[in-house]
């Protein structure tokens, strides 16, 4: 799963300090540490640790979700997800809803397993690590991973060897981690600042971050390529790839906050 200290729960710095120390308790891999685990369905406990989860859903998980089920966002968003805020920001972060049974199942599971697995999102694919991140002296992202050992998982038994690096590249974590870090990072950002996000923000946050598909009539209605500069072969992509478009929508909302990007600029 990924593991960072907003995803505890929203609004709720009790709950932060909550999974702070709870990372800090667990065992750490070191470069090139390894650890033995595997999932599959012959594994005893296949399928039990996807029931009540608070999984927060990442702007690129909900891209991801949505496109493999082939869903607008409106009707994603509303049958799929409850959006809350990160805690000391305001910033919208979308929870997966759990299924109403009595055990709270991930809407996605079947008896079979995961039945958006291609799609699934970086939480399940990182598991059994927990990954953490911080930003050094220059900028850069640096990662921090824990092994989530729990009780009932018996895929600690199997006998394939990982570092944690080799996990993550077998997972297909590297857009996921791109995505998430890229928006962690303006949070982290807004956060330093003494900035306040009004409800006009947080409404344009969750459009650019989380409904692509509808971000894109937003930029046409309101000649938004006119209004930065952008070379004509990008924006030709910006309106024809999500991922691409979730990548500027980042760099607009930067440029939307803070007055900068270091990759977006208005028009003169």
């Not at 599971?109 to 002296?137: F, I, M, N």
Request: aromatic fraction near 12%.
């Amino acid at each position: 799963m990924f593991v960072d200290p907003h995803d505890a729960g929203p609004d709720d710095d009790s709950a932060v300090q909550d999974t702070l120390e709870y990372l800090e308790s667990l065992p750490q891999l070191a470069d090139g540490d390894t650890f033995t685990f595997a999932c599959h369905p012959g594994v005893s406990c296949f399928n039990a640790c996807c029931r009540d989860l608070n999984m927060p859903l990442s702007p690129y998980d909900v891209l991801r979700l949505r496109q493999g089920l082939g869903m607008d966002s409106t009707a994603f968003i509303k049958e799929y997800t409850v959006i809350e805020q990160y805690p000391n920001s305001g910033f919208p972060v979308l929870f997966l809803k759990m299924s109403d049974n009595i055990e709270q199942e991930c809407p996605f599971l079947s008896k079979e397993g995961c039945t958006v697995y291609e799609h699934r999102s970086a939480a399940c694919r990182t598991y059994p690590l927990g990954r953490a991140t911080h930003l050094d002296e220059d900028g850069a992202v640096v990662e921090q991973f824990v092994i989530v050992q729990e009780d009932h998982c018996k895929g600690f038994a199997e006998s394939k060897k990982w570092t944690a690096q080799e996990w993550l590249k077998d997972q297909g974590l590297e857009e996921y981690n791109y995505f998430a870090d890229r928006y962690m990072s303006i949070i982290s950002r807004f956060i330093d600042t003494d900035l306040e996000l009004t409800q006009q923000r947080i409404q344009m946050a969750l459009l650019a971050f989380y409904q692509l598909d509808h971000f894109k009539g937003f930029m046409e209605d309101m000649n938004l390529m006119d209004r930065v500069n952008v070379p004509k072969e990008r924006r030709e992509k910006i309106m024809t790839d999500e991922k691409e478009r979730l990548l500027f929508a980042m760099e607009w909302m930067e440029l939307i906050l803070f007055g900068a990007s270091t990759t977006l600029s208005h028009t003169a």
